[in-house]
C-alpha cells in the first residue's frame, strides 16, 4: 500500500503488526526485529476503512488511549494475537470480547506514573496561583508591575486529599510531602499497595471536608463513576481547588462548572475529560462549553500526563516487548487477561 499515512518496516514474510498512532523510529525499528510493521505515520487516527484494511491479515496491534476497541473492531482483525495497549488504563478495549476471540490484551503498567505524578503537581500549582491568567494578563499588556492581586493558595501547611492512592497516587503523595502539605487520602479501588508514611487514610466524605485541594487519581469503574457529583462537590470546603489526572468520568463536569458558576468551588483543572472514555455508551462527546468559558477559575492540558519524551519511549519499547514476546510464542509480559 502506498498512501502517506502509513508506515512500513520490517521484513516481508513476518507477521503483521498494526501500530495505530505515530511512534518513534525506535520502536518501529525494535519491532521490525520480528514483525512486519504497519504504523500510523500522521498526527490523527486513521479512518476507519483505512485501519479495518490494515487490521485484515494482522497478527498484532499496538493502541493507544483514542483507539475503542470492542467486538467490532475485533472483528477485522481475525488473525489477531494480541492487543498491546501503549497505556495505563484500559477501560477503551472491551477485554472480555479480546479474550473470546482467543487475543491477548496487555498494558503497560508503570511507565505512566512518574510523569503523570508530575503533571498533577504542575496543574495544582498552575491552579492555585493562578499561573494562566496571570500569563494572559502580561501577553495582553496588562502588566504595569506590581500590583497587590491575583493571591492565590500556596501548598504549604495546605491540607492535600488524594482521591485513590495506586502508583500514581503514592507517587503524587511523595511529590507534595517535599511542599509541606498535610496529606490526606482514600482509595475506591483498595489498591494493595503499602499506605505511604505520612499520608493519612480517611473517608471520602472527610478527605472532601478538610482538603484545601483534591487530587483525583482513581481508575474508572463502575464504583468510580462521577464519584465527583454534585453532592460530592456539597461537601467540599467552600473554595476549594479540584485537579483531575485519572478518567474524565470519574468528574460530572456539568456539576463541576454549576459549582464553579455558583461560586463554592474555588477552581479546577484536568488531564482528562468525560468524552474520551469509550466504556460509557452515554459518554458526552465534547467538554463541557460552561467549563471552557470559565477560563480564570480553570487550566486544561490536552490529556498529557505521559507526555515526555523519555516516558513516551519507554511506553513503546514496553508494548512492543509485549508484541514480539507473543510473536515468538510466550505469554506478554504485562498481559491482563489469560487465555
Not at 109 to 130: F, N, Q, S, Y
Not at 184 to 208: C, I, Q
Not at 269 to 288: M, Q, T, Y
Amino acid at each position: 500500500m502506498s498512501d502517506e499515512r502509513v508506515r512500513h518496516a520490517g521484513p516481508a514474510g513476518a507477521p503483521r503488526c498494526v501500530v495505530t498512532h505515530r511512534v518513534f523510529d525506535e520502536t518501529l525499528h525494535h519491532l521490525a526485529s520480528a514483525a512486519r510493521v504497519t504504523a500510523n505515520a500522521a498526527g490523527e487516527p486513521w479512518p476507519d476503512a483505512l485501519r479495518a484494511e490494515l487490521l485484515a491479515d494482522a497478527s498484532a496491534a499496538i493502541t493507544f488511549m483514542p483507539d475503542r476497541v470492542d467486538d467490532a473492531w475485533l472483528a477485522q482483525a481475525p488473525g489477531l494475537r494480541i492487543i498491546a495497549g501503549a497505556l495505563k488504563g484500559y477501560d477503551n478495549i472491551d477485554v472480555a470480547a479480546a479474550t473470546a476471540r482467543g487475543v491477548w490484551v496487555s498494558i503497560v503498567p508503570d511507565h505512566l506514573t512518574v510523569p503523570t505524578a508530575e503533571l498533577a503537581i504542575g496543574l495544582t500549582l498552575g491552579l492555585a496561583r493562578h499561573v494562566a491568567q496571570a500569563d494572559r494578563e502580561v501577553r495582553a499588556g496588562a502588566f504595569g508591575g506590581w500590583r497587590a492581586r491575583l493571591y492565590g493558595l500556596g501548598l504549604e501547611d495546605t491540607t492535600v486529599g488524594l482521591i485513590g492512592l495506586g502508583r500514581v497516587g503514592q507517587a503524587i503523595a511523595t511529590r507534595l510531602s517535599a511542599f509541606g502539605c498535610r496529606l490526606l487520602a482514600t482509595d475506591p479501588a483498595e489498591g494493595s499497595g503499602p499506605w505511604p508514611e505520612g499520608v493519612v487514610r480517611v473517608e471520602l466524605d472527610a478527605l472532601l471536608a478538610d482538603s484545601g485541594v483534591v487530587i483525583v487519581c482513581a481508575p474508572l469503574l463502575d464504583s468510580t463513576l462521577h464519584l465527583i457529583d454534585e453532592a460530592a462537590l456539597a461537601r467540599m470546603r467552600p473554595g476549594a481547588l479540584l485537579v483531575n489526572i485519572a478518567r474524565g468520568s470519574v468528574v460530572d463536569e456539568g456539576a463541576v462548572a454549576d459549582a464553579l458558576e455558583g461560586g463554592r468551588l474555588g477552581g479546577f483543572a484536568a488531564d482528562v475529560f468525560e468524552f474520551e472514555d469509550w466504556a460509557r455508551v452515554d459518554r458526552p462527546l465534547e467538554i463541557a462549553p460552561r467549563l471552557l468559558a470559565l477560563g480564570d477559575r480553570t487550566l486544561f492540558t490536552p490529556h498529557l500526563g505521559s507526555a515526555t519524551v523519555a516516558a513516551r519511549q519507554r511506553i513503546e519499547r514496553a508494548a512492543a516487548d509485549n508484541v514480539l514476546a507473543v510473536l515468538r510464542g510466550g505469554r506478554p509480559p504485562d498481559a491482563v487477561n489469560d487465555l
